[in-house]
């Protein structure tokens, strides 16, 4: 197989220009992973185009050459998708980061792949506009890499999700073309529903150059409130009973007990070390419709056994609580060194069930747990906390893993509710989805991208396709190899 | 010894691997960077040089000049710490890593050997720090200073001397340890007994603020002991990788407080506190002083700290200013002392404050940097007095000698009309705003 070789770079360094083209082995080394536990590999070399010509001339240099193109953002997905592949090239696009329009009279952003979630957040509230979709790692994640994983996040349950939000894009298609999909239009049925199927699609589709998002009117008030349980089926109970009571917060989160004192610990903020369980929640809006929900949904809390309930007295204290509860995943590698997080997902009425069998994991291959996640709508977070150097710990984590895809998908569920399927869950995918499905996303893949160039081995794997008939004899798998 | 042990052995200064391996490269850290926000490189962001330490701690990866660059463009100032919700303790390790660089051959000369002055030489020895601050003050006094930055022969030797040698504070007209008495008793009936420490570049530097804490202290009623062979904190060796002399200099202060029965040990520099609080930490080792450095550590308290939690309100007088205030990376990242200061400030009363935009950032001074990095530590300053200027202020408070310095520096380079102040003589203005 050809390599990204010497001769190869060298072109790809005149595309881009020396200072934006990296390969030392310290850079390499530090473009090897993202915030996904247990996979890393050091890519060949790390552009930083500066414009969509550059993207296109490095895909058209792909083909030629066949080496992998692997794009990145800040490199805080879960699932694997922005870790390199064998051969490859990582092209960051952390530098786009402007936001090249907000427009007030149709309600959209257009914005730069790099442009981070939060700026983006704070920048349309100024103008009294609402971007919802805010992932846990927010203050750090771009809007490309939210678009291609179609993140989620705390106000998923009123608010849905990125591709919500996602009126239109422009990519650089594997080929080099040019490709514009959606529009400022709120309805627009001409032809295939490209923009969607591109949300989500993991870079395996094309290098994301431009987005444009919808904007929503802020709501003018919000409520946030506070449970503690001394019984987490209690909690998940409460969960259900808001949700069949037909109140939807913006935001309705649990955390265990684990997750709790690891999160304490980080903020000192006063959670409650003995709790079972506690929900975070939040309703939004306008007028008194806010206050009402919020007084059901107090009652609801008490009637199924909550121990203490509170609602925030500042914006300050609402903002605290928030910021305690996307420190979750990462505050839970306060206990061991390695926290593998997946996002297992099912219909919200199976919640309880679904924690349940998550803790049934926990016992059965003998590993530690910290649970907490978007109960509202179903998504689970469970984060078994471990330790990469310890193979055998590893393994029955693997396994439990594999109890919980299974259990899940029994439940009617999922294996990912917004981090995507990357590296870390494509063995599952045929599971999840079927066969059918998984065969026309391969087809479709290998139609945009002939030579499976771009960002390969992530959702699914091609296995290369023999040309002719295969080598048998030892001289013939020689030649074949070299 | 062969060329794999010395290296084993270079390399057995950092943390092990247990350390190493908590950070799970999640990111949270990326947004509090002012490095990774500058270049926008991994290996400028927190999670990036702690990948590249682990590998060279196991082996994987060499010592480079890329690393070496890397651990030295690092400010130290550890906002990540403060964001990293895992609990890495980043800064020890990047100082570790700096140890090992600097003993690899691979930092800067100029930097080793300006350090190796400095820090080996000068900072800890009382009177020759005491004699080259004289020598100083008669070179910035005496026009020697302006004739040579006239004559254009700094220009001829390096062009950023020039400005290297404004960044440099004046040197006060007194000293601190010369003109204070070593125990101050209070007049009326004694509220707190308290000891102060002068501080290294305080005592020579910024005497004015190390007498206006003092006057601040007297109005509260507090005995005061000032120690006269106390000597500098150690936190800048500390920070250098210099621990052995940071243990000495540490030892001689829990000497020369002990002499003296105190309840509050009472500094006006973050960096000073930051590291005194560390001393029972640093000596926990040590039969002879364990105990005795973790009573010591127990009883340090910034000034603004301080103040925060005694009866100060009523004494506060009418201010009407408006001021913004800068968070030291060694209050608000090391030390984690945000609201103290704000506190107070805020019941000074008709006092218009104003919350600077990013007070948390680095403003770029952090130890040496802007002399050793003096290009980036414009850029980082350059960003501080922009948000500075937005808040509308006129006054600046900063609770760090070295932020003072280089803030001093900023609104002169940058044209921003403010007054940099440290929030304690700024107490002392309202204590007797009424007189």
């Known amino acids: ?482 | 010894m062969t060329k794999q042990n010395s290296n084993n052995l270079l390399l057995s200064a950092l943390p092990d691997d247990d350390v190493l391996s908590q950070c799970i490269h999640c990111g949270m850290c990326l947004a509090t960077c002012p490095t990774y926000e500058l270049t926008k490189l991994e290996r400028s962001s927190p999670r990036g040089r702690l990948k590249m330490i682990k590998s060279v701690a196991r082996g994987e990866m060499k010592i480079s000049k890329i690393f070496a660059e890397e651990m030295n463009f690092c400010l130290d100032c550890q906002a990540c710490e403060t964001a990293c919700p895992a609990g890495v303790k980043y800064g020890s390790i990047v100082e570790a890593a700096r140890v090992v660089v600097e003993e690899s051959g691979y930092g800067k000369l100029v930097s080793r050997f300006l350090k190796y002055i400095a820090l080996k030489i000068i900072i800890p020895n009382k009177s020759l720090l005491k004699s080259t601050a004289r020598l100083l003050r008669f070179y910035q006094r005496s026009g020697l200073q302006k004739f040579l930055h006239k004559s254009g022969i700094f220009k001829m030797i390096a062009p950023k001397l020039t400005e290297i040698d404004n960044l440099s504070p004046t040197v006060s007209s007194k000293f601190s340890d010369n003109h204070l008495e070593e125990k101050i008793s209070s007049a009326v009936p004694t509220k707190y007994k308290t000891a102060f420490l002068t501080g290294c570049l305080m005592n020579v530097m910024f005497d004015e603020i190390n007498s206006d804490t003092i006057d601040v202290l007297k109005a509260l009623n507090c005995d005061i002991f000032i120690p006269k062979n106390q000597v500098c904190c150690g936190s800048l060796n500390e920070h250098n990788g210099d621990f052995e002399t940071a243990k000495s200099l540490a030892k001689k202060n829990i000497d020369a407080f002990g002499q003296s029965d105190y309840d509050f040990l009472i500094t006006n520099s973050s960096g000073c506190s930051a590291f005194m609080k560390e001393y029972g930490h640093i000596l926990k080792d040590d039969p002879e002083y364990s105990g005795k450095a973790k009573i010591f550590s127990s009883k340090v308290k910034d000034i603004m700290e301080f103040l925060a939690n005694v009866d100060i309100e009523k004494k506060l007088n009418i201010l009407n200013d408006s001021v913004t205030y800068h968070d030291a990376c060694h209050h608000v990242h090391t030390q984690k002392i945000f609201s103290e200061p704000r506190k107070v400030l805020q019941s000074i009363p008709e006092l218009s404050f104003n919350e600077l935009e990013e007070s948390t950032w680095c403003c770029g001074s952090a130890g040496i940097y802007n002399i050793t990095h003096y290009d980036d530590s414009m850029k980082f300053l350059e960003r501080k007095m922009n948000n500075i200027m937005k808040t509308g202020s006129k006054i600046v408070l900063a609770a760090n000698p070295g932020c003072i310095s280089q803030l001093k520096y900023g609104a002169k380079k940058f044209h921003v009309d403010v007054e940099i102040l440290h929030p304690v003589s700024f107490v002392k203005k309202s204590l007797n705003a009424n007189k």
Not at chain 1, 181 to 189: A, P, Q, R, S
Not at chain 1, 213 to 224: A, M, N
Request: net charge negative; with cysteine; charged share 25%.
């Open chain 1, 1 to 482: 197989m050809t390599c990204l070789n010497n001769h190869v770079k060298e072109k790809i360094k005149s595309i881009v220009g020396a200072k934006n083209f990296l390969d030392s082995v310290e850079d390499k080394l530090c473009y090897s992973y993202d915030a996904t536990a247990l996979y890393n590999q050091m890519p060949e070399a790390v552009v930083f185009p500066n414009d969509g010509e550059q993207i296109s001339k490095i895909l058209k240099l792909a083909n030629e050459e066949l080496f992998n193109v692997v794009p990145r953002g800040s490199g805080t997905g879960l699932s694997g998708g922005s870790i390199p592949v064998e051969n490859s090239l990582v092209i960051v696009m952390t530098r786009w980061n402007k936001i090249l329009e907000i427009d007030d009279r149709n309600l959209t952003a257009t914005v730069q792949p790099g442009v981070i979630t939060g700026q983006l957040q704070k920048e349309v509230e100024k103008l009294g506009l609402f971007y919802p979709p805010d992932p846990g790692s927010l203050n750090v994640c771009t809007i490309g890499g939210n678009v291609a994983n179609n993140a989620g996040g705390l106000r998923g349950l009123k608010y849905g999700v990125t591709k919500n939000y996602v009126l239109g894009t422009e990519m650089i298609l594997p080929n080099g073309e040019l490709l514009k999909t959606g529009g400022k239009n709120y309805k627009d049925t001409a032809g295939y529903n490209l923009r969607d199927f591109i949300v989500g699609s993991e870079g395996t589709l094309g290098v994301i150059t431009k987005i444009l998002l919808k904007l929503i009117p802020v709501p003018s008030k919000f409520i946030t409130l506070i449970a503690y349980f001394d019984k987490l089926s209690d909690s998940a109970k409460a969960v259900a009973d808001i949700i069949s009571a037909h109140i939807t917060p913006s935001m309705l989160e649990f955390l265990d007990s684990t997750t709790i004192n690891c999160v304490e610990d980080f903020t000192n903020i006063g959670l409650p070390r003995n709790a079972d369980a506690i929900l975070l929640l939040e309703v939004d809006g306008r007028g008194s419709a806010v206050d009402e929900d919020a007084e059901a949904i107090k009652k609801i809390l008490k009637r199924d056994g909550a121990s203490f309930v509170h609602s925030a007295e500042s914006e300050g204290e609402a903002s605290k609580l928030k910021s305690a509860r996307r420190s979750a995943f990462s505050a839970l590698a306060r206990k061991r060194p390695t926290t593998i997080l997946e996002d297992a997902t099912v219909p919200r009425s199976e919640l309880p069930v679904m924690i349940e069998k998550v803790m049934q994991a926990s016992r059965k291959f003998d590993v530690t747990f910290g649970n907490f996640g978007h109960a509202g709508d179903g998504n689970l977070h469970p984060t078994c906390l471990t330790d990469e150097r310890d193979n055998a710990e590893i393994n029955r984590a693997l396994k439990a893993f594999d109890f919980i895809f299974n259990e899940a998908i029994k439940l009617g569920g999922t294996i990912t509710g917004e981090h995507g399927t990357g590296l870390s869950k494509k063995e599952f995918l045929e599971l999840a989805v079927g066969i059918p499905a998984v065969d026309m996303m391969k087809k479709i893949k290998l139609s945009i991208d002939e030579n499976n160039i771009l960002n390969p081995g992530k959702i699914f794997s091609i296995s290369p396709r023999c040309e002719g008939s295969l080598p048998l004899s030892r001289d013939q798998i020689k030649d074949y190899v070299s």
